[in-house]
């Protein structure tokens, strides 16, 4: 019993990453999902396009590779998405209506002869207007988000602070320096000044004794 209740928590834990698929194109292969879609639903797309390097011997992101998207109604054949994205995207649209829709995906060939094999991995995700109407990892990436602006103006604001304050102790220190010059220079004039009328007076002392005056 002890296994089975492990098998259990395994197949828990793996089974929000068992969304994603990935498939192989050759060429302008075309690959189609046939989705049945309550009205006004919305669907997300996220794709990644890679192709194997034989220099680096494994599956890369070629930036070069342009992916087709097209969604129709079905059986109407109403375009919904008709568009060209690059090797990584998304595309989001909501059903107008409820039924089929088939979503594609092909890569754009290089040359009339292409033949280049293309791994996509592709995920999709459904948010049912009739419910709360939140994507729930958008709202956690929203939230993530603001989170992170709001630590950038936190440490913006502190950052111009630590600045204020080192403003404040250089404007300080000059101001504490220009003052002790001032006291300084003061002092001197006054020593010249005491050292002046002194002088002053001995000359004016030895003056009038040679005159006789006194």
Same mark, same amino acid.
């Given at each position: 019993?002890? *296994? ?12 929000? *990453? ?16 046939? #989705? ?13 396009? #890679? ?7 494994? +599956? ?67 948010? &049912? ?26 440490? &913006? ?26 006291? +300084? +220079? ?12 002194? *002088? ?15």
């Amino acid at each position: 019993m002890k *296994w089975i209740g492990l098998l259990l928590c395994i197949l828990v834990i793996c089974t929000p *990453w068992a969304d994603a698929l990935y498939f192989y194109l050759e060429g302008s292969e075309k690959k189609c999902f046939l #989705e049945e879609l309550p009205k006004e639903t919305m669907v997300t797309g996220t794709y990644t396009a #890679e192709q194997f390097s034989d220099t680096q011997h494994k +599956w890369i992101v070629n930036q070069q590779v342009k992916i087709d998207i097209t969604v129709e109604e079905i059986p109407q054949g109403n375009v919904v998405v008709a568009r060209q994205g690059g090797a990584k995207g998304r595309f989001t649209f909501t059903s107008a209506e409820s039924g089929d829709h088939s979503i594609c995906l092909s890569p754009v060939p290089t040359s009339y002869f292409d033949s280049t094999k293309t791994r996509i991995t592709f995920d999709m995700d459904f948010d &049912d207007p009739a419910g709360d109407g939140h994507d729930h990892k958008e709202s956690l990436s929203d939230l993530a988000r603001k989170v992170h602006e709001l630590n950038e103006r936190v440490q &913006d604001i502190r950052r111009e602070q630590l600045s204020q304050r080192e403003r404040e102790i250089e404007f300080r220190d000059q101001s504490e320096l220009t003052n002790s010059r001032v006291v +300084w +220079w003061t002092v001197l004039q006054l020593i010249v000044l005491g050292v002046v009328c002194v *002088w002053q007076m001995r000359h004016f002392k030895t003056f009038f004794v040679s005159k006789k005056l006194v």
